[in-house]
């Protein structure tokens, strides 16, 4: 009887599993589901949203089920599916991981056939950057595994619903800029503090030796290797020596930074008092090499004679490099390091840590990369994280997953020490840390496994008995450390520690680590018994919100031990108070002497005079204005523009046009790029004396959530970074304190004018060959139709205008612009680089 049991429940299992994987066995094939995302109506219902769709594509030789699948994409959590009897549910899963899921209105897709979803979502398609990324299925017996789909399509609206930028008003942009004849151009990028042309120059050979004072060594032996790769051989580096030469020699009494660069027919003369002058004089010199030299190896090169006193305006000159929302290898680091060296830039902001990913190996905690720098599809991020901007279902499959190892975090230090470049790590904190916190989550499952209670708690950043509800800008309900919890201070010290004992090791300097500190959303703490215990025993905290000051103590604490100083987002030296029946912030007096480092971004709405707010009251300050600063914010109001748009556009005349000491004076339009009245400006807090003291420079942040490749990252970067460089650099200009309105305006034209000339006849060529080459944004032509006849323009004189008239799209081979086309019906134009590159077409019709 037993047996016969035994055998029947056998029976039923086998049939039941054999079912079960022939099922599975002929489930549909996800990578035979096409996509297609158009616009269908901006303003849909005259409301701040779009009406878009999403059509489901089958492309495979089976129908798609009507249920038992999930589609997961990124995008805002607004994206809902439009109608009552809407055939999919929209969910939100954390962050901007989204799953679209099939309703009882579903219904199955057969092979060939197509089914459209509709979809609303808030505010407007300005371009691709807001469609949905990152497709994948699902299945809902098997979530643990996600599925690529197919071919994903984007349709370009064919009408300009949201105002787009159009030739004729780029034409309009363009039309005051002036070509200016090369030789007239100064031929030292950033402009020098002083610069005279001798017009008797230097042919240098690599027979030309570089006769460097011992203290230079290092400065000599990179400009060897930089004119080897122009020469194809290293010019000799030696003590001594009679004849043509280039001189590197030590002068007191010179700027830590400055330099005097002399170049006659006998010799480059180089004079510095520290080796970081002796680095920007040669940097100078490269870039007194005209570009066409790096185009191939050369017997000799034309050096123009001039004599250049300089020294530059900020010491703080910094570029800050995402590398957690997408990754980029050490290789592209130490690229982006040569270009701030050529350049003068002297700070690598290293933004190497957010919710979406820890990059750097810290010994003694592998989770952080083990777990923190990888995405893909998870259920409970054990393993991984989850996917985030379009990082797919696979771990290691996109820019999504990556870390530094020590030793080449170590390495990335060594070059930039030798380029005399600081770099300022930051630990995301208190916010913005979801992949630490996850990360530990997962050693504190490891340990507990093993019975190690008190070593797995040891780094836990979150109360495990918090049941605090909040919601982060990025979206993410979980992505805050506990302040209140001893372990969070026992995990920031043990890295801390790990970070210093690289520079360490790398022979480099470090004086801050930044921490951080913004965007802490609402509600986090209330219902954590760990803070709640902190503001039962501590006299000083009464509440949540003066955790904040609770954590930025101890933390501050901490670096002074190590003799270090905080650097952070704004927020660092913010206190919140109610103000008027209204909750207001202020600069928090607590930290006013405290050395606080604060790169303050916001300069948007009420927080428009906040940097000047901040360094009367004491904190020293890094201008990062959005506005003018933010390098991921797209170049123009273009559909096929990269770039985020929510602090406004930003083309290389936003960083160029910044006044530093009186940005309100600078601020000519809006979000929208409409002109300001500059009234709205009339109350606002100007800086103080004092305060001008405390702005110690200034920042362009880029950040990656869209940037999944070297070539966007590079195209976001350049030629933007230029304006911030000639910014910190050059001398305050004459048309950023004339008062007159007009005088200042003709002088700001002449200087715009140069530089741009500058960056198209000289710089941006440069770009093309320097290290391999940049992939720089090539700027779109100007076009309008007058009197019959199409004229064009570009933003940059030196760039060459090349246009079609039958209809087809330019190349490096079409017919150059050289005066009005009168040739009627499509004319197409596109501007080209030296290398033949094209940038972004335009059309117009001459009708």
């Given at each position: ?36 995302w ?22 495979g ?13 990124h ?18 899963v954390?962050?901007?991981?989204l ?11 057969p ?14 398609m ?32 064919t ?6 930028i159009e030739?004729k ?8 800029i ?75 009494g010179l ?23 002796i ?14 030299a790096l ?5 000799s ?15 703080h ?8 929302r ?26 190497f ?11 003694g ?6 777990v ?55 630990i995301?904190?208190p ?5 630490a916190?996850?990360s ?27 049941k ?67 503001i ?12 904040w000051y ?14 270090l ?42 927080n428009?005079?906040?940097?000047y707010?901040l ?11 959005v506005?003018?600063?933010y390098?991921d ?7 096929e523009?990269t ?13 160029f ?7 309100m ?8 790029n ?16 004092a ?8 920042q ?14 590079e195209?976001m970067?350049?030629p ?15 048309w ?7 005088k ?19 710089e ?7 290290l ?27 760039l ?11 190349t ?16 197409k134009?596109?501007?080209f680089?030296?290398?033949?590159r094209?940038g ?8």
């Open positions: 009887m037993i047996q016969r049991v035994v055998f029947t429940l056998l029976s039923v299992l086998l049939v039941q599993y054999g079912a079960r994987s022939q099922s599975t066995a002929q489930k549909y094939d996800p990578s035979k589901l096409d996509l297609v158009e616009v269908v109506e901006e303003k849909y219902q005259n409301k701040p949203q779009t009406l878009s769709s999403l059509t489901l594509k089958n492309t030789q089976q129908p798609l089920p009507a249920s038992g699948w999930a589609l997961y994409f995008a805002s959590p607004s994206f809902k599916a439009e109608g009552a009897n809407a055939p999919v549910k929209i969910e939100h954390n962050g901007d991981l799953r679209m899921v099939p309703t009882s209105s579903f219904k199955r897709i092979a060939g056939s197509s089914q459209k979803i509709s979809i609303v979502s808030g505010g407007q300005i371009n691709e950057s807001r469609a949905p990324v990152g497709f994948y299925l699902v299945w809902d017996d098997n979530k643990a595994k996600g599925h690529r789909v197919g071919e994903v399509t984007y349709e370009k609206p009408k300009n619903m949201v105002g787009w030739a008003e780029v034409y309009a942009q363009n039309k005051a002036k070509d200016i004849p090369v030789e007239k151009l100064t031929k030292v990028f950033p402009t020098p503090a002083s610069y005279t042309e001798t017009g008797k120059g230097i042919t240098l050979t690599p027979a030309v030796p570089i006769v460097a004072d011992k203290t230079f060594s290092k400065e000599a032996a990179l400009l060897a290797e930089y004119l080897g790769g122009v020469f194809g051989q290293e010019p000799p580096v030696q003590p001594t020596a009679t004849g043509k030469a280039i001189r590197l020699q030590k002068k007191d700027g830590p930074e400055a330099y005097e660069l002399q170049v006659t027919p006998q010799e480059v003369v180089i004079s510095a008092t520290t080796p970081a002058g680095f920007y004089g040669t940097q100078s010199l490269k870039v007194l090499v005209p570009p066409t185009a191939s190896p050369q017997k090169v034309e050096i123009v004679g001039v004599k250049v006193s300089d020294n530059p305006r900020f010491g000159r910094a570029f800050m490099m995402d590398v957690a997408n990754f980029q290898k050490k290789e592209q680091v130490l690229k982006v390091l040569d270009l701030m060296a050529l350049y003068k830039l002297n700070v690598l902001h290293f933004h840590s957010e919710d979406e990913a820890w990059r750097l190996e810290i010994p905690l592998p989770e952080l990369t083990e923190g720098s990888e995405r893909g599809h998870t259920i409970d991020d054990g393993e991984n994280l989850q996917p985030s901007y379009g990082s797919g279902p696979d771990v290691n499959a996109s820019s999504g997953s990556g870390y530094y190892s020590k030793q080449e975090f170590i390495d990335i230090l060594k070059h930039a020490t030798a380029r005399h470049i600081k770099v300022i790590p930051e995301e904190t916010g913005h840390a979801r992949a916190i996850k530990m989550d997962a050693r504190y499952a490891r340990l507990m496994k093993e019975g190690k209670k008190a070593e797995a708690e040891r780094y836990l950043l979150r109360d495990l008995n918090d605090s509800e909040y919601q982060s800008v990025q979206n993410f309900n979980d992505n805050v450390m506990d302040v209140a919890l001893p372990s969070t201070y026992n995990f920031l010290e043990k890295v801390t520690d790990e970070i210093l004992a690289m520079y360490k090791e790398a022979g480099a300097p470090i004086e801050t680590i930044h921490f951080g500190g913004d965007e802490v959303p609402p509600g986090v703490w209330e219902k954590s018994p760990a803070a709640q215990k902190v039962a025993d501590n006299p000083k905290v009464n509440n949540t919100d003066d955790l609770y954590f930025f103590a101890n933390i501050n604490d901490m670096l002074k031990k190590r003799n100083y905080l650097s952070g987002w704004e927020e660092i030296g913010m206190r919140k108070v109610r103000k008027e029946g209204k909750m207001t912030y202020i600069a928090n007096p607590d930290f006013a002497n405290e050395n606080f480092h604060v790169d303050v971004w916001n300069n948007l709405g009420s428009i005079d906040l940097a707010r360094a009367n009251a004491g904190y020293k300050v890094v201008l990062t204005n506005t003018n600063m390098l914010l797209a170049y123009q109001k273009a559909y523009e770039g985020l748009n929510w602090g406004g556009y930003v083309d290389v005349d936003k960083p046009y910044f006044i530093p000491y009186d940005y004076k600078n601020m000519k339009v809006d979000t929208e409409n002109p300001i009245d500059p009234s709205i400006y009339a109350d606002k807090v100007r800086l103080t004396e305060g001008k003291k405390n702005i110690v420079g200034l362009a942040p880029l950040w990656t959530e869209m940037l999944t490749t070297p070539e966007k990252f195209y970067l350049l933007k970074l230029l304006g911030l460089a000639e910014r910190a650099w050059a001398p305050d200009p004459a950023a304190n004339e008062k007159e309105a007009a200042g305006e003709t002088l700001y034209q002449q200087a715009w004018s140069e530089f741009v000339n500058v960056l198209g006849k000289r941006l060529p440069r770009l093309s060959y320097y391999d080459g940049f992939n720089y944004r090539i700027p779109t032509a100007g076009a309008v139709v007058e009197n019959g006849k199409v004229l064009a323009n570009v933003q940059m004189p030196g060459v205008i090349r246009y079609t008239t039958d209809g087809s799209e330019p490096a081979q079409s017919k150059v612009y050289s005066g009005p086309i009168t040739a009627k019906g499509t004319v134009l596109r501007v680089d030296p290398t033949g094209g972004r077409g335009v059309t117009v019709e001459n009708k």
